[in-house]
């Protein structure tokens, strides 16, 4: 296979701006605003946002989550802009998580938005989703997990920068069947989304050979947090919810909902490695990785924000620096012709995670590798070596072409 | 005895005419245990370890081979090494995070690539002053010059440009896109093209320098290799111009391209994760760093052979070689 250019022809050959000298007293290069009419390039970003509870106050995630990875992102673009002429900005609106976002939605169209990343539920998201296509809006999918809206419920104008819970968890079990650690136990929530990141498990143990000796179900019965006598509870419990398990490599832990999973390492009555929503935890960033140029973003996003980078930064990170690449190379802000380029089957995008990321055409998802990590660095990427595929590694990670529910018409 | 004496004196000349001529140094900086490790070209033999600032990456020569600059990324800098005693007898205001850097043929001037500031930093290397920063695009990494000093080019990786500065201006020429994270920037000796790599988009692009167009895009392809592990970064060109060669990261090989053709002409196996390269002054051995290796391949440019690998520091990333 040779690699393609990732440029369209017509582009190959652009040579962008001149600069200008204004009288050059001073020997720093300037840019005569005189000289190109600038081209103004807005993108929203909707967000549905409430505070959020977490085990270890270390876990609760910044405000700024997401936002902040999109403002580096637009800085970026704006650099890359001055010498094409082109200027970038983001409107972001904010709601809150259970709330109807078709109104907001509805002022955002009529600002003129073309271009909104998302960190909304899946249900808020398939309200807007068919709104947003009647009125030529491309959608960014910067925060939901959730499989369904890459397979039944997947659209032609929404494009996923976040990595579904089947990627995830198909990323993290490469890597334990990589460690011969092939025998899980599985501890779920009560919550939906623990629910639905337990059935990914289940499909990654039997996608790559490993078994799942048996489950067993955190009821939330609202438990306390943070607080001392929770603590010695909790040193409690643990112990006997694990207790008389079978024989067992690994625990794995499907709690996104931050009832009991962080209290899980080191507390099972068995000793052994927890992984999942807690300890060994699949992500699409980590705050400590610095490898493959990441030191640069994450130098650039601490000097920027005073803390360290999460998942969901480099997530809409990436949905802004697609439409900055798009329209660099596209020279344009139409919308029609940024689309295009990014439906084009060449089009590639550098995430400082070892290797080009690209889109899944068939739905629209963000093919890249998954990062596992602990509390304090990255133990490994996948996809692991050996885990071979026709066409990408990186489609050995979540819901494959031959198997997708995903019609886009 | 008198036909002893002729056999010796015939020997001698042999030596001289086999020409691997001049045991020359070789530098190596190692981006993770912070030193340079020296080599002699000849022996092909570790013969010092120089311990440097933090995180050394980006080295050259001075062209009387009197002193070596080193990028030291961590500490903001640029460190000044006297050859002969293997000293750091000095420091360029690098301004932050120098990564790569070029020496104007005229051995004046530095300009320095500051990945962090989205500038090129330009030194007059005499006075240990900056003369001027130059904004260019988002992580701004490889640097190359025109044989004649008066193109320079800077590669930014997040912005995907070749920049072309005019050095007596220090203005912005042209920008040229390119593939994704472009690294480095080489000159044909002519000064007639500027080669580009493109780490993840995987290509050579060749810049004609007069038009500043793209007049080809080389793609490398490797029998069952996949195509992401294809990442070309470190590119030098024989005196000649015929030949280049591209490091290609992670494939641990170098590529060489014929410049006439564009076409790849054979694939040298090398050490793991292979960055940058570097001739020795007689054009007859490249050396190339293998970072994840820990090592430096030399490879024979007559027959594109390996010749030997040299265990040096940790992560080794760039090389340089005394000219005399």
């Known amino acids: ?409 | 005895m008198r036909r002893h004496a002729y056999l010796l004196a015939g020997a001698v000349a042999a030596v001289i005419d086999a020409a691997p001529s001049w045991a020359n140094a070789v530098y190596v900086s190692n981006e993770r245990d912070n030193t340079v490790t020296v080599v002699d070209s000849k022996t092909m033999e570790v013969t010092k370890t120089i311990d440097v600032g933090q995180r050394p990456r980006g080295i050259t020569i001075s062209h009387d081979g009197k002193h070596l600059y080193v990028c030291a990324s961590d500490d903001d800098t640029v460190q000044i090494i006297d050859t002969a005693t293997h000293q750091i007898i000095g420091t360029l205001p690098s301004g932050p995070d120098p990564e790569l850097f070029v020496l104007s043929p005229d051995g004046k001037t530095l300009y320095v690539a500051n990945e962090d500031d989205n500038l090129v930093t330009v030194i007059d290397v005499e006075k240990k002053r900056v003369i001027t920063e130059i904004p260019v695009g988002v992580e701004p990494e490889g640097m190359g010059i025109s044989p004649d000093g008066k193109t320079m080019v800077n590669t930014s990786e997040t912005t995907n440009m070749a920049h072309f500065i005019d050095t007596s201006t220090h203005e912005i020429v042209a920008n040229v896109l390119v593939d994704s994270r472009p690294r480095f920037a080489e000159f044909k000796p002519d000064g007639s093209q500027v080669w580009i790599s493109s780490e993840i988009g995987g290509t050579v692009s060749v810049i004609d320098n007069a038009s500043k167009e793209i007049v080809k895009k080389i793609t490398f392809e490797i029998q069952g290799l996949r195509s992401e592990a294809i990442q070309p970064v470190g590119v030098r060109i024989t005196a000649d111009g015929k030949k280049a060669y591209v490091a290609l990261g992670p494939a641990n090989r170098v590529a060489v391209v014929n410049t006439e053709t564009y076409e790849v002409e054979k694939y040298i196996l090398v050490g793991q994760r292979v960055w940058q390269l570097a001739f020795t002054p007689d054009g007859q051995n490249l050396i190339s760093t293998n970072g994840l290796s820990n090592d430096i391949t030399f490879i024979d440019t007559k027959s594109d052979e390996p010749i030997k690998s040299v265990t040096v520091g940790a992560l080794p990333w760039g090389v340089t070689v005394a000219p005399n």
């Open chain 1, 1 to 409: 296979m040779t690699m393609k250019s990732t440029v369209p022809n017509t582009l190959v050959f652009f040579v962008a701006c001149f600069f200008l000298l204004v009288n050059a007293p001073q020997p720093m290069a300037q840019q005569n605003p005189a000289t190109k009419p600038v081209t103004e390039i807005r993108i929203g970003y909707l967000r549905a946002y409430e505070p959020q509870l977490a085990l270890s106050v270390l876990d609760i995630p910044p405000e700024d989550e997401g936002v902040a990875g999109a403002n580096v992102a637009i800085n970026d673009n704006n650099t890359t802009g001055r010498f094409l002429g082109q200027s970038f900005s983001l409107d972001v609106v904010q709601t809150k998580r259970e709330e109807d976002v078709v109104p907001v939605f509805r002022e955002m169209l009529a600002r003129g938005e073309k271009y909104v990343l998302t960190d909304i539920s899946a249900k808020q998201l398939l309200s807007i989703a068919d709104l947003a296509r009647e009125n030529g809006v491309l959608l960014f999918n910067v925060g939901s997990t959730d499989d369904i809206l890459r397979e039944q419920e997947c659209r032609s104008n929404v494009f996923h920068t976040a990595p579904t819970r089947t990627m995830l968890a198909d990323g993290l079990a490469q890597y334990l069947v990589w460690k011969q650690w092939r025998t899980w136990v599985l501890l779920y929530g009560s919550h939906e989304p623990d629910r639905l990141f337990a059935d990914a498990i289940r499909r990654a143990a039997k996608r790559f050979g490993a078994k799942i000796v048996e489950e067993r179900l955190y009821e939330d019965t609202g438990t306390a947090r943070r607080t001392d006598s929770g603590v010695v509870q909790v040193q409690r419990q643990m112990p006997v919810f694990t207790q008389n398990l079978p024989q067992h490599d690994v625990v794995i832990v499907a709690d996104e909902s931050e009832v009991f999973g962080s209290y899980v390492p080191f507390r099972t009555w068995d000793p052994r490695p927890v992984a999942g929503t807690a300890g060994l935890i699949p992500s699409s960033w980590h705050p400590a990785s610095e490898q493959w140029g990441g030191s640069q973003i994450q130098n650039r996003f601490e000097k920027a924000t005073g803390r360290r980078m999460l998942g969901k930064d480099m997530q809409a990170w990436t949905a802004v620096r697609i439409l900055g690449e798009a329209a660099t190379r596209t020279n344009s802000n139409d919308t029609a012709k940024i689309e295009a380029f990014i439906k084009d089957e060449n089009f590639s995008l550098a995430a400082f995670k070892g290797q080009k990321v690209s889109f899944r055409r068939w739905n629209w998802q963000l093919r890249q590798p998954v990062f596992l990590g602990d509390g304090r660095g990255v133990i490994s990427t996948s996809p692991q070596e050996g885990f071979l595929h026709q066409f990408s590694e990186l489609d050995t990670l979540g819901v494959d072409q031959p198997e997708t529910a995903c019609k886009l018409n």
